[in-house]
């Protein structure tokens, strides 16, 4: 799925009325002084003399743009231009580092894998040196998924694959999964932030995603037993991990036959983890990586 691009209106164009386009001299002359006096005009303090220093900068160059092209006379707060940045989640069009001229307006693409917080504002214009504000671009696709700020993940919920054969992988539920977001990588999902997995794992539960109604994340013990490990190997503190178990669990034998994670519904209805023996009835949590 392509990003969420936002085109420019004829009818948001044409809300200013501005003087005629810049000639190319006068664009070279207010880009070599503009980068001259970059440090002047990136000071975002609102102090008097900061303020004052700016405007006498933006008046010199503006009385050497006049002079380059005579036959239009431009006020200095004409010619203020605005530096296109990333948007979290997100970036504008032109690209990040573009210098747009005062009155021009840029375009907001959210990344794969988000989605904007109202698809009434998707322009922003640059006016006295700033861009204005647009919608926010969210993190994870829609709001059925659960964000993890402290891995930039997004985790759901996902039926069983029917049928496949081989040994049973809890993993495979979740291969592809980026594909539907423009390659956004996907897996099994997996993270320090356990209650964000157990977020993720109610919602599937109370929604019955999938039959068996219990859902394969990214922790085991298949090395040693009550070692739990994420899948890229980093360990899994007990002291965060036993709480959230549900009544009666973890109760693997010694013989260690219980390497796999899922969520569950446990007694009195409460959700949490179990360690259990893989089966190819589970569905899964997934996870997509995004980009900042």
């Not at 794969?112 to 214009?125: E, G, I, L």
């Not at 993993?171 to 099994?188: E, F, K, M, R």
């Not at 007990?238 to 178990?245: G, M, Q, R, W, Y």
């Amino acid at each position: 799925m392509p990003p969420k691009r936002k085109s420019v209106s004829d009818e948001a164009t044409a809300k200013k009325s501005r003087k005629s386009a810049f000639t190319t001299e006068e664009i070279m002359v207010l880009l070599n002084h503009y980068e001259e006096k970059l440090d002047i005009f990136r000071n975002e303090g609102n102090s008097a003399l900061v303020l004052r220093s700016q405007r006498g900068e933006w008046e010199a160059i503006a009385s050497m743009v006049n002079a380059a092209n005579p036959a239009i006379v431009r006020t200095w707060d004409e010619l203020v231009p605005c530096e296109v940045g990333a948007k979290k989640f997100g970036v504008f069009d032109p690209a990040p580092g573009s210098i747009v001229e005062d009155g021009t307006y840029v375009t907001v693409f959210c990344n794969p894998a988000t989605h904007t917080a109202d698809n009434s504002v998707s322009v922003a214009r640059c006016s006295n040196g700033r861009l204005t504000s647009t919608s926010s671009c969210l993190p994870c696709p829609d709001d059925s998924w659960v964000y993890d700020a402290t891995t930039n993940r997004c985790f759901k919920g996902f039926a069983a694959i029917a049928n496949y054969g081989g040994q049973c992988d809890p993993a495979l539920t979740c291969v592809g999964i980026g594909l539907s977001y423009d390659g956004v990588p996907g897996s099994l999902a997996y993270t320090s932030n356990l209650p964000a997995l157990i977020e993720a794992g109610k919602i599937a539960v109370l929604s019955t995603v999938t039959p068996s109604n219990q859902y394969s994340v990214g922790i085991g013990d298949s090395s040693n037993q009550a070692k739990y490990k994420l899948l890229d190997g980093t360990p899994v503190s007990l002291t965060d991990l036993n709480p959230l178990f549900v009544s009666g669990q973890p109760d693997d034998s010694p013989a260690n036959t219980q390497t796999n994670m899922v969520i569950r519904s446990g007694p009195n209805s409460a959700i949490g983890f179990d360690d259990v023996t893989c089966d190819k009835s589970f569905g899964a949590i997934c996870q997509l990586q995004l980009s900042a």
